[in-house]
């Protein structure tokens, strides 16, 4: 059974870092690119970042580039989210997607002083 | 690449049949997904490239379309299909969902 369980949200200042991991399990981590997204309260649901299966290709949208950076471990079955610059806007539930049929239970980031 | 879903409210009675639009800026090849999230749920995939329906979802549920314009049917509408549905596409890395249709009980 494929699990994507998220971790390392909560609450956070304007301006700060935060980073948020993505553990899987139950398929082979390595042999699939992963992805991102995120959904501010009560709002739609917002592509964040995609990484291919061994790291060499990422991409951003344009909101966050410069300031977030996905990576993965394969040998952990681990997925990443470097959040850096955080802004009021980035406040919301994360979700780890492994394209395109499992998503995480997602974990809230709020970014409030 | 805009992901335009229309209505963004539906309103409908139990055992309607249903219809939900969603419309691409440009050819998606038909890499078109359809979901459904509840309160306080993650996504559910319903409808991966444009019509074939995931395993364990009800046949009710099915996706239809090409190229730019895509819909989602639910055959006889139940009450636990009340929901908000998104599209997606992802023809490239770089994805974008729909705005959304709340679907509600008449």
């Known amino acids: 059974e494929v699990q994507l369980v998220e971790s390392g949200g909560g609450l956070v200042q304007p301006g700060r870092s935060m980073k948020l991991s993505c553990a899987a399990s139950?398929?082979?981590?390595?042999?699939?690119?992963m992805a991102w997204v995120r959904q501010a309260p009560t709002k739609g649901l917002e592509w964040v970042a995609t990484?291919?299966?061994?790291?060499?290709?990422?991409y951003y949208r344009d909101s966050v580039k410069g300031r977030f950076t996905i990576s993965r471990d394969n040998a952990k079955s681990t997925l990443y989210l470097q959040m850096n610059s955080l802004r009021s806007e980035d406040t919301a539930t994360y979700y780890c997607?492994?394209?395109?049929?499992?998503w995480g239970q997602g974990t809230l980031v709020t970014v409030s002083s | 690449i805009q992901m335009t879903q229309s209505p963004s409210l539906l309103s409908a009675s139990v055992g309607d049949r249903v219809t939900l639009s969603c419309k691409a800026g440009?050819?998606?090849?038909?890499?078109l997904a359809w979901y459904q999230q509840k309160l306080g749920e993650a996504p559910k995939l319903l409808i991966y490239?444009?019509?074939s329906l995931q395993t364990g979802i009800p046949s009710r549920f099915s996706g239809s379309g090409s190229g730019t314009d895509f819909t989602l049917t639910i055959s006889s509408l139940q009450p636990e299909d009340v929901a908000t549905y998104f599209c997606?596409?992802?023809?490239?890395?770089?994805?974008?969902f729909g705005g959304g249709t709340k679907l509600e009980l008449k």
């Open positions: 997607t492994k394209p395109v049929a499992y």
């Open positions: 139950g398929f082979t981590f390595s042999n699939y690119g």
């Open positions: 990484i291919s299966y061994d790291g060499s290709s990422t």
């Open positions: 440009q050819n998606i090849n038909n890499y």
């Open positions: 490239n444009a019509n």
């Open positions: 997606q596409q992802y023809n490239s890395w770089t994805w974008t």
